[in-house]
């Protein structure tokens, strides 16, 4: 069996803590932040290569459940943490040092609820750099994450897991097959579908454990041949990279093969480390 694919993020140096042993900090540390360009995600697709402008707008929604501190009576509080980062960042914060960062909040006492959230918005935007902070939301811990506010109820969405398909064999599952239309689809008028797979299997850069997730695909025009767009998710179990890179991966696979009117890509990964991330990338710019 040949090796992994790094399709999706070739690994080209340390990904600070990822993959390596660490104690839990007991004391507040910003420093634990790693940033990681997402030009290394980006460059192998071919995108914002010297400057150029990116095909797609979006967000990525991070979930992290394991956000505790102190009240100034020192009683604590927990809470689920939701975070909003445009896609625009020059870069992404690495999901276990993030974790370790909000773990160095554990005893450490605010004021208030608004306190808390003005450092880690801070600290959180000072790693990701550019422009745009990012957007933060406090829960009940008994949340369970949302893909967001913007993205439409998952029953609205027809699941392609059970399309007929005769074999898959194993070649496809190392080598891409693009997504084909439906027969007829370019002289037949475009269609609106709205349709999720719940397939998805990338591998970590750097520990080569499998993410798993679901995508959810809403476009106008010609019509996918749904069989097509199964093979072809299936055929990225093998690729190495973060969350967002496969989102993008796919998404600028169906702007190019199907040249849709509109076409919004969201990826629904499961929680891993105490965080769920959640990218959506789409034609039409998001409100923030």
């Not at 990681?36 to 979006?58: D, E, Y």
């Not at 005893?107 to 935007?125: G, N, P, Y």
């Not at 750099?129 to 969405?157: C, I, K, M, N, Y």
Request: charged share 20%; aromatic share 6%; hydrophobic share 35%.
């Amino acid at each position: 069996m040949s090796p992994p694919s790094e399709g999706l993020h070739a690994p080209d140096g340390a990904l600070g803590v990822l993959g390596e042993k660490v104690g839990t900090p007991d004391a507040y540390d910003p420093s634990q932040l790693f940033p990681v360009p997402r030009a290394r995600g980006r460059t192998p697709l071919g995108l914002g290569i010297n400057g150029a402008p990116l095909p797609f707008t979006g967000e990525d929604v991070w979930n992290c459940y394991e956000l505790s501190w102190l009240m100034p009576n020192g009683v604590p509080r927990r809470r689920v943490l939701e975070l909003r980062v445009a896609h625009s960042t020059p870069n992404i914060v690495e999901s276990k040092s993030l974790k370790l960062y909000l773990n160095s909040l554990n005893f450490c006492e605010f004021a208030s609820e608004d306190a808390l959230l003005a450092t880690i918005r801070a600290d959180v935007h000072a790693t990701l750099g550019g422009d745009t902070p990012p957007e933060l939301a406090l829960h009940a811990h008994s949340h369970q994450g949302s893909l967001s506010a913007r993205v439409p109820p998952l029953d609205s969405f027809t699941c392609i897991d059970d399309e007929p398909i005769e074999r898959i064999e194993h070649p496809l599952l190392e080598a891409h097959e693009p997504v084909r239309l439906r027969p007829g689809a370019q002289a037949a008028a475009p269609v609106s579908e709205r349709l999720v797979c719940h397939q998805l299997r990338t591998l970590c850069p750097v520990t080569r454990q499998p993410d798993w997730g679901s995508v959810l695909v809403e476009y106008t025009g010609p019509q996918i041949d749904r069989a097509s767009l199964l093979r072809y998710i299936a055929s990225l179990r093998r690729e190495v990279g973060f969350h967002e890179a496969a989102v993008e991966r796919i998404f600028c696979h169906l702007a190019r093969t199907v040249e849709p009117r509109a076409l919004t890509v969201t990826g629904q990964f499961l929680r891993r480390g105490g965080v769920d991330i959640n990218p959506t990338r789409t034609l039409v710019p998001l409100e923030r």
